[in-house]
């Protein structure tokens, strides 16, 4: 997915003169061929994120528009002040990408494990939110993020799904089981197991929230009134994320007749060290978990 966003960037920078990426030392081999194509609307500032978005603010008083990329937990977590005061204070145009999402880089430890990303940006008046799920899925997140001139943060996951059922709208259906009872609601790296579990069970339908903020409430309500269960499927902690996002869209709207449930990571801070498979094992993230839980 990387890849594809990169090829979008490149493709957009032609046309919009705006355009600006700003690295953080990450990106081999993915930001060389932006650099030698552009070369006077590149930077990488170094080991200092805090500083990236800095600097991505005042190419926004320049009247640039900043891609800033970098590794998620560096990009959000250690730059989370300048975030809130040098771009969402302002309502600028920067657009955050992270890569490496959940637990890609379990092996480096909790410092690594990206798990609450979206909680600590979410409740940032007027950032977007985006977490792809899949090839086509990151091509029609890139055009809604340009779509707006706002604060926008996309995660990036180390995944390279390609469905052929996305349709043209950027949260949809992937799987629709004629017998299903149970939805579920997924982001990110997470679409994939979720997908196979659907295979495995005929009772469950699967949709793809690539956009989680803003929310489409004229979309949530109608899914809400078809499904007598709903689980949302994240790997992410349960009581700042998706999960956290839906139920107080729930309680708030009153509408549907749904019961929302999670699986997902405890809210705590574990010090476990180990792949991504097996933190799915541990958590319940496996298809066949998925599957038979449900």
């Given at each position: 997915?990387r890849?594809?966003?990169?090829?979008?960037?490149?493709e957009?920078?032609?046309?919009?003169k705006?355009?600006?990426?700003v690295?953080?030392?990450?990106?081999?081999?993915?930001?060389?061929p932006?650099?030698?194509?552009?070369?006077?609307?590149?930077?990488?500032?170094?080991?200092?994120?805090?500083?990236?978005?800095?600097?991505?603010?005042?190419?926004?008083?320049?009247?640039?528009?900043?891609?800033?990329?970098?590794?998620s937990?560096?990009?959000?977590?250690?730059?989370?002040?300048?975030?809130?005061?040098?771009v969402?204070?302002?309502?600028?145009?920067?657009?955050?990408v992270?890569?490496?999402?959940?637990f890609?880089?379990?092996r480096?430890?909790?410092?690594?494990?990206?798990?609450?990303?979206?909680?600590?940006?979410?409740?940032?008046?007027?950032?977007?939110?985006?977490s792809p799920?899949?090839?086509?899925?990151?091509?029609?997140?890139?055009?809604?993020?340009?779509?707006?001139?706002?604060?926008?943060?996309v995660?990036?996951?180390?995944g390279?799904?390609?469905?052929?059922?996305?349709?043209?709208?950027?949260?949809?259906?992937?799987?629709?089981?004629?017998?299903?009872?149970?939805?579920?609601?997924?982001?990110?790296?997470?679409?994939?197991?979720?997908?196979?579990?659907?295979?495995?069970?005929?009772?469950?339908a699967?949709?793809?929230?690539?956009?989680?903020?803003?929310?489409?409430?004229?979309?949530l309500?109608?899914?809400?009134?078809?499904?007598?269960?709903i689980?949302?499927?994240?790997?992410?902690?349960?009581?700042s994320?998706?999960?956290?996002?839906?139920?107080?869209?729930?309680?708030?709207?009153?509408?549907?007749?749904?019961?929302?449930?999670?699986?997902?990571?405890?809210?705590?801070?574990?010090?476990?060290?180990?792949?991504?498979?097996?933190?799915?094992?541990?958590?319940?993230?496996t298809?066949?978990?998925?599957?038979?839980?449900?």
């Amino acid at each position: 997915m990387r890849n594809v966003f990169f090829e979008k960037l490149k493709e957009e920078m032609r046309s919009d003169k705006r355009i600006f990426l700003v690295v953080a030392d990450m990106g081999l081999g993915l930001v060389e061929p932006v650099k030698k194509e552009f070369p006077e609307r590149y930077i990488n500032v170094g080991i200092a994120e805090q500083n990236m978005i800095g600097v991505s603010a005042g190419l926004c008083n320049a009247g640039f528009r900043p891609v800033c990329y970098t590794i998620s937990n560096f990009l959000v977590h250690r730059c989370f002040e300048q975030i809130r005061n040098d771009v969402c204070l302002h309502n600028y145009p920067v657009t955050l990408v992270g890569t490496s999402t959940g637990f890609d880089n379990g092996r480096l430890g909790p410092t690594h494990h990206v798990i609450d990303d979206i909680g600590c940006l979410k409740i940032l008046p007027g950032m977007r939110i985006y977490s792809p799920t899949s090839v086509a899925a990151i091509r029609m997140v890139f055009k809604d993020v340009m779509e707006t001139e706002s604060p926008a943060y996309v995660r990036i996951g180390k995944g390279a799904l390609s469905i052929d059922n996305a349709g043209d709208k950027i949260n949809h259906m992937v799987v629709s089981n004629p017998n299903a009872d149970t939805l579920l609601i997924t982001h990110g790296n997470m679409l994939e197991d979720c997908v196979k579990a659907a295979r495995i069970n005929a009772r469950l339908a699967v949709y793809a929230m690539n956009k989680i903020l803003p929310l489409d409430r004229d979309e949530l309500d109608r899914i809400f009134s078809i499904y007598s269960r709903i689980v949302v499927v994240e790997d992410h902690l349960a009581g700042s994320g998706l999960y956290n996002t839906l139920c107080q869209y729930a309680v708030e709207s009153e509408k549907g007749r749904a019961k929302l449930c999670v699986i997902a990571p405890p809210d705590c801070y574990e010090d476990r060290i180990g792949d991504r498979n097996y933190f799915a094992s541990k958590y319940g993230f496996t298809p066949e978990q998925i599957a038979k839980n449900l």
